[in-house]
């Protein structure tokens, strides 16, 4: 079976300070993303990559960065936490010819 | 991507088929509808996919209309465990818009005894 393992489950941080939530996927996908799920707006791509060390915005991706140094890792980094950035974080992945996503359990990030 | 509209919820009585519509008038003819589940506290879980042709699998049934303006998801035989949230997404079929689609409100199934 497919794992795609999130670094944490809850996590709770202050006002800027700097968040890394990493994913890392064990079935060598090409594709991986993360997205955030809020009450009422569904999933909301912030930043997918299909290649190591490439990125590509998603819808909303300020705030964020990414990095993908590695094939089966992805990282999600908040520079400077913000309250309205307390959500459910979900991390995807999925080969390069197929759509099928494999998500993550999901960190829930409390920023006070 | 097209745009879906599925019902806010509904409910379905354990070990009955569960069928699970979605409309989706602006399909284009490139772009597969996709079934994807959220239980509780959970990552979303892939169900199926297709095109234009009805498929089954393991886990889930998909039949698409002639027109592929809408589809139905049929659970056949539900069980408790399958109280989620449904989601329909209708997706381009190329790596560059993979993922792009965003997940809407979906319907929360219950599955009662």
Wanted: proline share 4%.
């Amino acid at each position: 079976d497919v794992k795609v393992t999130q670094s944490s489950r809850y996590l709770v941080k202050r006002t800027g300070e700097k968040v890394f939530l990493e994913c890392v996927q064990d079935m060598d996908h090409e594709n991986m993303f993360w997205y955030r799920q809020d009450p009422g707006l569904g999933l909301r791509l912030i930043y997918f990559s299909y290649d190591v060390k490439m990125k590509e915005k998603g819808d909303i991706p300020e705030g964020y960065s990414v990095s993908r140094e590695k094939k089966e890792r992805f990282s999600l980094i908040l520079e400077s936490a913000s309250t309205n950035q307390t959500s459910m974080y979900l991390c995807a992945s999925s080969f390069v010819a197929g759509l099928e996503q494999y998500f993550g359990p999901g960190t829930r990030l409390t920023v006070t | 991507d097209a745009k879906t509209t599925q019902p806010t919820s509904m409910d379905c009585a354990e070990g009955r088929a569960a069928n699970l519509p979605c409309n989706h008038s602006t399909i284009s003819g490139n772009e597969y509808v996709y079934w994807y589940r959220q239980i509780h506290s959970q990552g979303p879980q892939y169900i199926i996919h297709g095109l234009k042709n009805n498929e089954t699998n393991e886990m889930a049934s998909l039949i698409i209309t002639e027109d592929r303006k809408s589809s139905t998801l049929i659970l056949p035989h539900a069980t408790l465990r399958d109280t989620a949230v449904y989601y329909c997404i209708v997706r381009v079929g190329s790596d560059t818009n993979a993922g792009k689609s965003t997940f809407g409100d979906g319907t929360t199934l219950t599955v009662k005894p």
